[in-house]
């Protein structure tokens, strides 16, 4: 449970002998003295934390707790049902009011239920009970809204944001207490326990702890309650508790046999909505669900995810796509400015997907059956008349604990009583099938669904966020590697195992309370462990792909260029030389594929256009012009000037500086590390440099640059290098920072001479507009949102793109683009971004729009840089393409093995289309291809989707952001 002690197991030593049952226990006890052992866990534990001075406050090292008594109790049943009837009661004639007929009957009958009950005379107790019975027998009419109960135990993996439960200690503390009981007396003994916390609120180790406790609670209520159902969401947690408690998962199993415990949800954790890509939303379901198959011989419907920090427009696809048209949340209830207009509503995504949507009225997924939660679920309820269902979320959550016996005895006593809505208790399906017969008048909302809250969490824990986007790049690489050298290679085993470990191990982290940065410190180590585990593990397989790919070919030894994206690219990179240091190369290579690395004797390619320009003026300003973009930055660092050379279009707005370091006063109401409020834009103060610090770096050639020193205050610094490169269209800003502040924003903006309504924000598979002004409260209220890879601010001719390397947060308000870069929350973790920290930015001037111009593709290239690997043996003297697509809308995103099909040698493509428009494309290959068809995202083969082979080239349709997935099955290489 959520609670610090902890009753965990119980053994009874005893002969064969007469027995009776007791209620405590739920053990047949002899009749003679005998000897109990209980097992009890403990933790050290408030209430609400251990927080020093606040419940989300970091944890207080000197707290102490003290154990004074220890007792055990004889439960007596029917005295407990009487007090539950007359709890509801009083809540029936509380909650109907005085204008209620009913409510003064349900007043009336307490008050015969007290004069006649003496509770010294257990013989006045059915007398009571008749009053009640007949109370709440009285049934309503057909009309009463029904409300489907579910058994549910929120537990967040890892980390939770309001818990009933917080720190733990590192080891189990088991504390043995030996009981002598004569028939059902006992000794009280007295016990002092000195308990340290480590970490608020608790770790991954704690979770697995977390989930024993709490789904042998429900087995207990299952067992005693056959027509109780337990829905449970996450992969990981089950897996956790098979590696862990087996013969609790055997019983788990069990109930799902007999349909009382319904795995939920499909993903492998209930993740952020925002943040993770594209790809690992989509590796969520196939984990999640493959999982559930195996485990429980089904699959989920319904997709849950109750408490994250808004959803993606391309969710409804994904959902899909993995075989889930249902989804059940309530986190949009928490919204600061605006009321969200529905309960149940159909929600279509990006592509155009349709999924049904419920929100429980009670805005809660931890109700407890009272009636007051009840009667909120009717009248909050903001679909009334185009649905009479309900869903009812009941057990404690977050922290653990689940249902318990009193709530499913509160719930049934009200499960068709005059007045009250009808409660039933209810499985997930059974609530969505009755609202989809009553779908026809339900409203559709389209696009994403935007928490208006906690949007400091897409800044919060910087490194997090770097790692996150770094090992989603790392396993991409290692897949399409991976999958060519299967192709190339009879001896190649695809490292599927290693895979499926990593990408567990990133989409662990990308639970909704770890990615975001609102965790504790200890959790934050963990996952920088686990993410430095993906990087450790995951370039030694790169290498052995590299390896197994060139194998055989002839050429010199030396180093392989490889691209693991799927369009051709001529970038300057730094080639390793044997002295350690490095030298610039300008180098071309096929869409994924390879290159041999030129040599010092080796012809360089024709410069595609100008060598790099750099000059520094009098004044020490320092202009970089590579004949695509030319750049002026002043003599602190700022951006006087981004001109697009060909058409002499000035983007930085006349008397503006970009490349402008603003810092913001950054005191949430409450939640420190999950929100940014709006007032702290009342507090912007620009960052000034100090002319003379700016100084060339890079002279020119194929890549020239300047860099300059800034001190952000007395305790941060920052240094920065900006770089253009040769042929290319963004410059470069690489940056470090040393970062000790205290509730302060640092943020990065771009004037732009541009003028549009609203701005582009890329997103998982497509991008979408948001409002660059404040028109509606809806409009304000995005004053803070996320992105991926790059923004755009675009008129019809010429744009302004920001592109970035790790970052999330972002905005864009009237023509001024900005970047949120670092926090300073002191709680739940006090040391939360302090530190150094590097990242790089990009500024991308085009003509015309962004699809047109490439920002695409330039995000991609910046954030999947060309690996330089060494070849084993002779590296290949030729180029090497496996895949290439004719048209620049579609993306080939993904190559991997599929999972099911080992044997076959098969293959897994993933393509999206980017642009939004309808686009017929041919896809290329190299490979030996003997089998073609379209398949699900969760790689089951679609039977109407054979695709012909026409010389090497799959002709495929999409529609605007349409996400399709193929199943390639390759021939045998030679050996």
């Given at each position: 449970?959520?609670g610090g002690?902890?009753l965990n197991?119980?053994?009874?030593?005893?002969?064969q002998?007469p027995?009776?049952f007791?209620?405590f226990?739920?053990?047949r006890?002899?009749?003679y003295?005998?000897?109990?052992?209980l097992?009890v866990?403990?933790?050290?534990n408030?209430?609400?934390?251990a927080?020093?001075?606040s419940?989300?406050?970091a944890p207080d090292?000197?707290k102490?707790?003290q154990l004074s008594?220890?007792?055990?109790?004889?439960f007596h049943?029917?005295v407990?049902?009487?007090?539950v009837d007359l709890?509801?009661l009083?809540g029936?004639?509380?909650?109907l009011?005085?204008d209620?007929?009913?409510s003064?009957?349900?007043l009336h009958?307490a008050?015969?239920m007290?004069?006649i009950?003496?509770p010294?005379q257990p013989?006045t107790?059915?007398?009571?009970k008749a009053?009640?019975?007949?109370?709440f027998?009285q049934?309503g009419?057909?009309?009463q809204?029904?409300?489907?109960?579910?058994?549910?135990?929120?537990i967040d993996?890892?980390?939770?944001?309001?818990t009933s439960k917080?720190v733990f200690?590192s080891?189990?503390?088991?504390?043995?207490?030996?009981?002598?009981?004569?028939?059902?007396?006992?000794e009280?003994?007295l016990m002092?326990?000195d308990l340290?916390?480590?970490?608020?609120?608790?770790?991954?180790?704690?979770?697995?702890?977390?989930?024993?406790r709490?789904?042998?609670?429900?087995v207990?209520l299952?067992e005693q309650n056959?027509d109780?159902?337990?829905a449970?969401?996450q992969?990981?947690q089950l897996e956790?508790v098979?590696s862990q408690?087996p013969?609790l998962h055997a019983r788990l199993q069990?109930f799902?046999?007999?349909g009382?415990?319904?795995?939920?949800?499909g993903?492998?954790?209930?993740?952020?909505g925002?943040?993770?890509s594209?790809e690992a939303?989509?590796?969520?379901?196939l984990?999640?669900q493959n999982f559930?198959l195996?485990?429980f011989?089904k699959?989920?419907?319904?997709?849950w995810?109750?408490?994250t920090?808004?959803?993606?427009?391309q969710?409804?696809?994904?959902?899909?796509?993995?075989?889930?048209?249902?989804f059940?949340?309530?986190?949009?209830?928490?919204?600061?400015?605006?009321?969200?207009p529905?309960?149940?509503?159909?929600?279509e995504?990006?592509d155009?997907?349709?999924?049904?949507v419920?929100f429980?009225p009670?805005?809660?997924y931890g109700?407890?059956g009272?009636?007051?939660e009840?009667l909120k679920?009717v009248?909050?309820?903001?679909?009334?008349g185009?649905?009479?269902?309900?869903g009812f979320?009941?057990?404690f959550g977050?922290?653990g604990?689940g249902?318990t016996q009193t709530m499913l005895?509160r719930?049934?006593r009200?499960?068709?009583t005059?007045g009250l809505?009808?409660v039933?208790?209810s499985s997930p399906?059974q609530?969505f099938?009755?609202l989809?017969?009553?779908?026809g008048q339900l409203?559709?909302?389209?696009g994403e669904?935007?928490?208006?809250?906690?949007?400091g969490?897409?800044t919060?824990?910087?490194?997090?966020?770097k790692?996150?986007?770094?090992?989603e790049?790392?396993l991409?690489d290692?897949?399409?590697l991976?999958?060519?050298?299967?192709a190339?290679?009879?001896?190649f085993l695809?490292?599927?195992?290693q895979?499926?470990?990593?990408?567990?191990?990133?989409l662990?982290?990308?639970f909704?309370?770890?990615?975001t940065?609102s965790?504790?410190?200890?959790v934050?180590?963990?996952a920088?462990?686990?993410y430095e585990?993906i990087?450790?593990h995951?370039?030694?397989l790169?290498?052995?792909?590299a390896a197994?790919?060139?194998?055989?070919e002839p050429g010199p030894?030396?180093?392989l260029i490889?691209?693991?994206?799927p369009w051709?690219?001529t970038?300057v990179?730094?080639?390793?030389?044997?002295c350690?240091a490095?030298s610039l190369?300008?180098?071309t290579?096929?869409s994924?594929?390879?290159?041999p690395?030129?040599?010092?004797?080796?012809?360089?390619p024709?410069?595609?256009?100008?060598p790099v320009?750099v000059m520094?003026e009098t004044?020490?300003s320092?202009?970089l012009?590579?004949g695509i973009?030319r750049v002026r930055?002043?003599?602190?660092?700022?951006l006087?000037?981004?001109?697009?050379?060909?058409?002499g279009?000035e983007a930085?707005?006349e008397g503006a500086?970009?490349?402008?370091f603003?810092?913001?006063?950054?005191v949430?109401?409450?939640?420190d590390?999950?929100?940014v409020m709006?007032y702290?834009?009342?507090t912007r103060?620009?960052v000034?440099?100090?002319a003379?610090?700016?100084a060339?770096?890079t002279e020119?050639?194929l890549?020239?640059?300047?860099w300059?020193?800034?001190?952000?205050?007395?305790?941060s610094?920052l240094s920065?290098?900006?770089?253009?490169d040769v042929?290319?269209?963004?410059?470069?800003f690489?940056?470090e920072?040393?970062w000790h502040?205290?509730h302060?924003?640092?943020?990065?903006?771009?004037?732009?001479?541009?003028?549009s309504?609203q701005?582009?924000?890329?997103?998982?598979?497509?991008?979408?507009?948001?409002?660059t002004h404040?028109n509606?409260?809806w409009d304000?209220?995005r004053?803070e949102?996320?992105?991926h890879?790059?923004?755009?601010?675009?008129e019809?001719?010429?744009g302004l793109?920001?592109l970035?390397?790790?970052?999330?947060g972002?905005?864009?308000?009237?023509?001024?683009?900005?970047?949120s870069l670092?926090r300073a929350?002191?709680?739940?973790?006090?040391?939360?971004?302090?530190?150094r920290?590097?990242?790089?930015y990009?500024?991308?001037?085009?003509?015309g729009s962004?699809?047109?111009a490439g920002?695409?593709?330039?995000?991609?290239?910046?954030?999947?840089p060309l690996l330089?690997?060494p070849a084993?043996?002779?590296?290949p003297?030729t180029?090497?393409?496996a895949f290439s697509v004719?048209?620049p809308?579609v993306?080939?995103?993904?190559?991997k093995q599929a999972e099911?099909?080992?044997?076959?040698?098969?293959?897994?493509l993933?393509?999206?289309e980017?642009?939004g428009s309808?686009?017929?494309?041919?896809?290329?290959?190299?490979?030996?291809?003997?089998?073609a068809?379209?398949?699900?995202?969760?790689e089951?083969?679609d039977?109407t989707?054979h695709?012909s082979?026409q010389?090497?080239?799959?002709?495929?349709?999409?529609?605007?952001?349409q996400v399709?997935?193929l199943?390639?099955?390759l021939?045998s290489p030679?050996n």
């Amino acid at each position: 449970m959520g609670g610090g002690g902890q009753l965990n197991a119980c053994y009874l030593h005893s002969c064969q002998a007469p027995s009776i049952f007791c209620q405590f226990t739920g053990l047949r006890l002899p009749l003679y003295i005998y000897s109990l052992t209980l097992y009890v866990e403990v933790a050290c534990n408030g209430l609400l934390g251990a927080g020093k001075g606040s419940m989300i406050a970091a944890p207080d090292p000197e707290k102490m707790f003290q154990l004074s008594q220890a007792k055990l109790a004889v439960f007596h049943r029917d005295v407990h049902s009487l007090l539950v009837d007359l709890e509801l009661l009083l809540g029936v004639a509380k909650g109907l009011g005085e204008d209620s007929q009913r409510s003064f009957q349900a007043l009336h009958t307490a008050n015969q239920m007290v004069n006649i009950c003496d509770p010294a005379q257990p013989e006045t107790y059915p007398a009571a009970k008749a009053l009640a019975s007949k109370f709440f027998g009285q049934h309503g009419g057909e009309s009463q809204h029904t409300i489907h109960a579910m058994g549910h135990c929120h537990i967040d993996t890892g980390v939770s944001r309001c818990t009933s439960k917080c720190v733990f200690f590192s080891q189990l503390l088991a504390v043995l207490i030996q009981m002598q009981l004569r028939f059902l007396t006992m000794e009280q003994g007295l016990m002092k326990l000195d308990l340290r916390p480590r970490a608020w609120l608790w770790p991954f180790k704690e979770t697995v702890r977390k989930c024993a406790r709490s789904w042998s609670t429900a087995v207990t209520l299952m067992e005693q309650n056959t027509d109780f159902i337990f829905a449970c969401s996450q992969a990981q947690q089950l897996e956790w508790v098979k590696s862990q408690y087996p013969g609790l998962h055997a019983r788990l199993q069990e109930f799902a046999c007999r349909g009382q415990f319904v795995p939920v949800g499909g993903t492998w954790v209930e993740m952020d909505g925002n943040l993770p890509s594209g790809e690992a939303m989509v590796r969520q379901f196939l984990q999640g669900q493959n999982f559930f198959l195996q485990e429980f011989g089904k699959m989920c419907s319904e997709f849950w995810l109750p408490d994250t920090f808004g959803y993606s427009a391309q969710l409804p696809q994904i959902m899909q796509g993995c075989g889930i048209k249902r989804f059940l949340t309530q986190k949009l209830s928490w919204n600061l400015v605006n009321s969200f207009p529905h309960h149940t509503f159909f929600w279509e995504g990006l592509d155009g997907s349709r999924v049904l949507v419920h929100f429980p009225p009670g805005d809660s997924y931890g109700m407890q059956g009272s009636v007051e939660e009840v009667l909120k679920t009717v009248t909050n309820n903001r679909d009334k008349g185009r649905t009479n269902h309900s869903g009812f979320l009941f057990g404690f959550g977050d922290g653990g604990g689940g249902p318990t016996q009193t709530m499913l005895d509160r719930l049934k006593r009200l499960s068709n009583t005059d007045g009250l809505p009808r409660v039933q208790l209810s499985s997930p399906g059974q609530l969505f099938t009755a609202l989809e017969r009553d779908s026809g008048q339900l409203c559709t909302w389209v696009g994403e669904l935007f928490l208006e809250l906690h949007n400091g969490t897409y800044t919060t824990h910087a490194q997090l966020k770097k790692g996150n986007r770094e090992c989603e790049q790392i396993l991409h690489d290692v897949e399409v590697l991976s999958s060519l050298a299967l192709a190339r290679s009879a001896q190649f085993l695809y490292p599927a195992a290693q895979l499926q470990h990593l990408w567990r191990l990133l989409l662990l982290n990308q639970f909704h309370d770890v990615v975001t940065g609102s965790c504790i410190q200890l959790v934050a180590e963990d996952a920088m462990n686990y993410y430095e585990d993906i990087r450790s593990h995951g370039n030694p397989l790169l290498s052995a792909a590299a390896a197994a790919l060139c194998a055989g070919e002839p050429g010199p030894k030396g180093l392989l260029i490889i691209n693991t994206l799927p369009w051709k690219r001529t970038e300057v990179l730094a080639l390793p030389k044997p002295c350690g240091a490095h030298s610039l190369a300008l180098v071309t290579v096929p869409s994924i594929g390879y290159a041999p690395a030129p040599t010092p004797t080796s012809l360089q390619p024709l410069l595609p256009q100008q060598p790099v320009f750099v000059m520094q003026e009098t004044d020490g300003s320092v202009t970089l012009d590579n004949g695509i973009i030319r750049v002026r930055l002043d003599p602190t660092g700022c951006l006087t000037s981004l001109v697009l050379v060909a058409s002499g279009r000035e983007a930085i707005a006349e008397g503006a500086l970009g490349n402008q370091f603003v810092l913001f006063d950054d005191v949430p109401l409450y939640w420190d590390a999950w929100d940014v409020m709006d007032y702290h834009l009342e507090t912007r103060k620009p960052v000034l440099g100090q002319a003379g610090t700016l100084a060339v770096g890079t002279e020119g050639g194929l890549r020239g640059s300047a860099w300059f020193l800034l001190q952000i205050s007395p305790n941060s610094r920052l240094s920065q290098e900006v770089v253009l490169d040769v042929g290319c269209p963004y410059v470069r800003f690489h940056t470090e920072v040393h970062w000790h502040e205290a509730h302060k924003f640092l943020k990065v903006e771009f004037p732009a001479r541009i003028r549009s309504p609203q701005a582009t924000y890329e997103i998982q598979f497509g991008h979408l507009q948001r409002p660059t002004h404040n028109n509606t409260s809806w409009d304000w209220a995005r004053y803070e949102v996320w992105a991926h890879r790059w923004i755009d601010l675009s008129e019809c001719d010429f744009g302004l793109a920001l592109l970035n390397n790790c970052k999330y947060g972002a905005s864009v308000r009237g023509n001024v683009l900005s970047l949120s870069l670092l926090r300073a929350p002191k709680a739940p973790d006090a040391t939360a971004d302090m530190g150094r920290h590097e990242f790089t930015y990009a500024l991308m001037p085009h003509k015309g729009s962004f699809q047109e111009a490439g920002v695409i593709h330039a995000a991609y290239n910046l954030n999947f840089p060309l690996l330089a690997l060494p070849a084993p043996g002779p590296a290949p003297d030729t180029t090497w393409s496996a895949f290439s697509v004719s048209s620049p809308a579609v993306v080939l995103e993904t190559i991997k093995q599929a999972e099911r099909c080992h044997q076959h040698r098969t293959l897994v493509l993933r393509l999206y289309e980017a642009h939004g428009s309808h686009v017929d494309c041919w896809l290329h290959t190299s490979l030996p291809v003997q089998e073609a068809t379209l398949c699900d995202l969760l790689e089951q083969r679609d039977p109407t989707g054979h695709l012909s082979l026409q010389d090497n080239r799959l002709k495929l349709t999409f529609s605007p952001f349409q996400v399709r997935s193929l199943l390639l099955v390759l021939q045998s290489p030679p050996n």
